[in-house]
């Protein structure tokens, strides 16, 4: 009972989280220095937005009533679906969960997530698993040999990737291995159950730049992660005991070093998993990322908030399914 009460705990905690933010979020938009519909009003009219048209645009979309009105028809809508009025006598249905229309396609945004979110998750799980094979499996192998000169060379090595900013590496790694030299096939995202092929190529690149990059944190962490499990007594008494060094290494010492790396890989997974914004803009592929990137641009308020929930959603999950590990991972973490 009492890690199920924790989950339940756990749960109600996001549940907290997510609704404050829904609200926020709201408020934000409806309190901001400019009319919500202030971008879409520049854009259908070339940039000569008149008051007169602006003002018909606000009652279209209900920003001319009551705030407590349209948030609650905004939350309903996530729950049950609503009608949202564009003109006089015309309404698109948006279906549940509702959460509003985009202002530049006039689609439920919801949908254009659904849509848009198989290539940020094929992009975040690929890169996922590069970071963990090269970034943990070189930290172990680093902390077997602390103080050598190849522990030395890699530490040094993952350092001088780390000084580099993540946009300039994408970049160079697009410029020489994709433009220049031709090394990898066109980047870009072609839906798996279409052409497995097309998938896999387009995205390696991607998945190399993202995953080499961000595998550098994960060799550091990782190598002092092993170099702290190793110098504990029960790994002692297990050396003392004739077990082989290659046993102590992964079967007792890397157990124990996962629990903090999975705290962090876990929240990393979910900020990749909500957005992996330069990666997708760098190399064409049309996920979330770009997506809420665009929309900021353009003031379209109801994917930007889709996107900031998407991200919440993904986050407050992580965290759960962080803490359930826990226990999982290592005996002595006891969920009370």
Not at 69 to 94: M, P, W
Not at 167 to 178: C, P, T
Not at 258 to 282: C, K, N, S, Y
Request: charged share 15%; glycine share 8%.
């Amino acid at each position: 009972m009492g890690k199920f009460a924790f989950i339940v705990k756990r749960l109600l905690a996001g549940l907290l989280v997510l609704s404050t933010l829904v609200v926020s979020i709201f408020l934000l938009f409806w309190y901001g220095p400019r009319s919500p519909v202030q971008g879409l009003c520049e854009q259908r009219t070339n940039n000569r937005c008149t008051a007169d048209f602006r003002a018909q645009l606000e009652e279209n979309f209900g920003y001319n009533n009551p705030m407590l009105s349209e948030l609650g028809k905004y939350v309903a809508g996530i729950f049950t679906g609503r009608d949202i009025q564009l003109g006089a006598n015309t309404f698109v249905e948006c279906s549940a969960p509702c959460l509003g229309l985009s202002y530049r396609t006039f689609v439920p945004a919801f949908d254009e997530l659904v849509r848009r979110l198989p290539a940020t998750i094929s992009l975040a799980v690929g890169a996922a698993v590069i970071i963990l094979l090269v970034g943990v499996t070189s930290g172990v192998l680093a902390a077997r040999r602390r103080g050598t000169v190849a522990d030395k060379a890699l530490v040094s090595a993952t350092l001088l990737m780390s000084s580099i900013p993540y946009v300039l590496f994408a970049l160079l790694v697009y410029l020489y291995l994709n433009v220049i030299n031709e090394v990898f096939p066109e980047a870009g995202y072609t839906p798996l159950t279409e052409n497995p092929v097309a998938w896999l190529s387009g995205l390696l690149l991607p998945w190399l730049a993202l995953g080499f990059y961000n595998s550098t944190q994960y060799t550091r962490f990782s190598r002092g992660a092993m170099i702290d499990a190793l110098s504990e007594d029960y790994i002692r008494t297990a050396r003392a005991k004739g077990l082989s060094s290659r046993t102590v290494t992964f079967k007792h010492g890397l157990r124990s070093a996962l629990v903090p790396i999975v705290t962090i890989f876990g929240i990393d997974f979910a900020f990749l998993l909500a957005g992996t914004i330069f990666t997708e803009i760098i190399f064409g592929i049309n996920g979330i990322g770009r997506w809420g990137l665009e929309a900021i641009q353009i003031e379209d308020f109801p994917v930007v908030q889709t996107t900031v929930l998407f991200g919440a959603i993904v986050v407050i999950v992580a965290n759960i399914v962080v803490d359930i590990l826990y226990g999982v991972l290592d005996p002595r973490v006891r969920i009370s």
